[in-house]
């Protein structure tokens, strides 16, 4: 999976194509080698980015606290980590 990196301390980061303002928040597919996801919330004050946090964290199974945008706050390319969490949760991404 090119859009899921592994680091040293076992924080595993996604990388993200983001298409703000769809009708629906959800996975749709690839986007060269970086996750698609498509959020309902308006890139404005943030709602955009919390969207993400709180849809990740429900599809894999963990806490939202463990969810964050480390890099693209305000850009469509985006890099989000997720603490304390393995990488078969993760898999439940590729699986939907």
């Not at 060269?32 to 894999?60: C, Q, T």
Request: proline letters at 4%; glycine letters at 8%.
């Amino acid at each position: 999976m090119p859009w899921l990196d592994r680091r040293k301390d076992g924080t595993l980061v996604l990388s993200l194509h983001v298409q703000p303002g769809a009708a629906k928040t959800r996975l749709a597919g690839l986007h060269g080698d970086r996750l698609k996801l498509a959020v309902a919330a308006p890139p404005v004050d943030g709602k955009a980015n919390g969207e993400i946090v709180r849809f990740l964290a429900k599809v894999i199974g963990c806490a939202a606290r463990d969810v964050e945008v480390i890099a693209g706050q305000t850009s469509r390319q985006k890099r989000v980590a997720v603490y304390r969490c393995s990488e078969v949760d993760i898999r439940k991404i590729a699986e939907r």
